[in-house]
């Protein structure tokens, strides 16, 4: 998967959870820009994406550094990504 789509699933997946647009989360630095961003919905974001892409990610990595930016989400899922045997569905879930 390339790096562009894997960012484009992990925007449209946390603008979907957080109720947001796209647009907004894309320029956004930090998700804790939005008021409908807590902790639980940092774990929904994570849990959609472990679905969409079929992987997991082991629970050391899930420290809030890693669930506030989309860069880092990214990261985190990079790796799990290029190995993960699902493909990439068109639309998260509920859009």
Request: charged share 25%; with cysteine; hydrophobic share 40%.
């Amino acid at each position: 998967m390339s790096r562009d789509t894997l960012q484009d699933l992990v925007v449209r997946t946390a603008a979907d959870v957080l109720g947001v647009r796209p647009e907004d989360v894309a320029q956004a630095g930090d998700l804790t820009e939005f008021s409908t961003y807590t902790s639980f919905r940092a774990l929904d974001i994570v849990e959609s994406l472990e679905q969409h892409l079929g992987v997991e990610v082991d629970a050391p990595d899930l420290v809030p550094h890693n669930l506030r930016r989309i860069d880092a989400l990214c990261r985190m899922f990079r790796p799990r990504a290029d190995a993960g045997p699902a493909q990439m569905p068109k639309e998260p879930h509920g859009v």
